[in-house]
Each structure stands twice: as structure tokens, then as C-alpha cells.
């Protein structure tokens, strides 16, 4: 059984550049999550995704947006890139929330210059 | 603000000693509570689940759960050089499942 899968692995970008990041969940899952994390902030809830809908946000500026298609595949767009926003981004799926836990992917490390 | 507290450590254990990972939570209402592994320049993995008061036993791993003290634990025993990670409790907040920042374990040989 195939596990998450994000695409690309790694990433340089630009300074007010903008940046889209896959998922692609384990097959049957309908829950899908992303999280930042950092060195210093550790992991950060992003939103959270359930049948294309979004069900949960974290504290992370508009210019964090995500979307979830009706296959359960999701993508995470990122605007205006800064500096700060250097970090491993993480996506999970779920086959529902509450009672189970995330599976995560291999991640893309995203570099801003 | 729903909160996960972890020791940040490091935690250094002798090779065979157990190794006890502690985790405290802010909200009385969360029902799920789970500890990931994370080895470095890796995503967390997820290694228990425990969702009911007192103990999950799986293999050398035991996961402890009080509620009244919003107390969870990871005991690890015989544990291994290969267990040298960080190990993250993750607390079901309804939709938003929230990370504590981790211990750092090391298992000297």
C-alpha cells in the first residue's frame, strides 16, 4: 500500500515568489493535514482537509492557503514567500479525524533566498 | 490556547535501562492521545495510540494515560541505540491534532 506522498521533495525559492506543494494521501483516506516545521517553532498546524472541505486553520497568515480535490489529493500554496517561511513542510493523512492517527509523508524542504 | 508540554531534553538512557517520555496537556476534553518518532532529517512516525485511562503495552513500548492529571507517558524498555530520536505526544484537539515540541532521546551503547 502506497504511504503519502508529497511532491517535490525539495525547493528553492525566491524571495516574494509563490509556492505549491503536493499531497497525494494513502489511498482511502479522506483527512488530510499540513504542518510547518522549524528548528525553533517545532511542528505547526497548518489546515486541515476533510472531503474538500476546509475543517480546521492554524495561526498562519492568508498568505498560507490550501486546497483538497475530490480525490483527496491536496495542494498548499504559499505567497509572497519570506525568509521566515524556510522550513520542512509536512502533510498527514487520516482515514477520519478524532480517533486515528496521521500517517506523514516524506515531507518538502523549502528554501527562500 | 490548547497546549502540549514535553521535556525538550536530551534524555541520555543506558543500552537494556527503560526509557520513561512524559507529556502534559492544557484541555480536559481531549480523547485521543498519540507519541510519534522522529529520527533526524525524518517525518514523524507514529508509534502508539491510546485513547483510555492506564496502560497500552506493544511490544517494548507501554504509552500510560491519566486523564484527571492530563498526564500522558512513553515508556520504552530494553531500549535500543536504534531508539535514539525525537519523540513527539500529539493530543487530538477535535479537528486539530497538536504537537508537543518533542523529547530527545539518546540510548548510549
Known amino acids: 500500500k502506497a504511504g503519502v506522498t508529497q511532491t517535490p521533495r525539495y525547493l528553492i525559492k525566491t524571495r516574494g515568489q509563490q509556492v505549491t506543494l503536493s499531497c497525494s494521501p494513502i489511498s482511502g483516506h479522506r483527512s488530510v493535514s499540513w504542518y510547518q516545521q522549524t528548528p525553533g517553532q517545532g511542528l505547526q498546524f497548518l489546515f486541515e482537509y476533510f472531503s474538500e472541505t476546509q475543517r480546521n486553520k492554524g495561526n498562519f497568515p492568508g498568505r498560507f492557503s490550501g486546497r483538497q480535490f475530490s480525490n483527496s489529493r491536496s495542494e498548499m500554496n504559499v505567497s509572497t514567500l519570506e525568509l521566515g517561511d524556510s522550513a520542512l513542510y509536512l502533510c498527514?493523512?487520516?482515514?477520519?479525524?478524532?480517533?486515528?492517527?496521521?500517517?506523514f509523508g516524506s515531507g518538502t524542504r523549502l528554501t527562500v533566498v | 490556547q490548547k497546549e502540549v508540554e514535553q521535556n525538550s531534553g536530551p534524555l541520555s538512557v543506558p543500552e537494556g535501562a527503560i526509557a520513561s517520555l512524559n507529556c502534559t496537556y492544557s484541555d480536559r476534553v481531549s480523547q485521543s492521545f498519540f507519541w510519534y518518532r522522529q529520527y533526524s532529517g525524518k517525518s514523524p512516525e507514529l508509534i502508539m495510540s491510546?485513547?483510555?485511562?492506564g496502560d497500552k503495552e506493544d511490544g517494548r513500548f507501554t504509552a500510560q494515560l491519566n486523564k484527571a492529571s492530563q498526564y500522558v507517558s512513553l515508556l520504552i524498555r530494553d531500549s535500543q541505540p536504534s531508539d535514539s530520536a525525537t519523540y513527539l505526544c500529539a493530543v487530538n484537539y477535535g479537528q486539530n491534532f497538536v504537537f508537543g515540541p518533542g523529547t530527545r532521546l539518546s540510548v548510549l551503547p
Open positions: 498527514a493523512s487520516s482515514p477520519m479525524t478524532d480517533t486515528y492517527g496521521y500517517t
Open positions: 491510546i485513547y483510555s485511562n
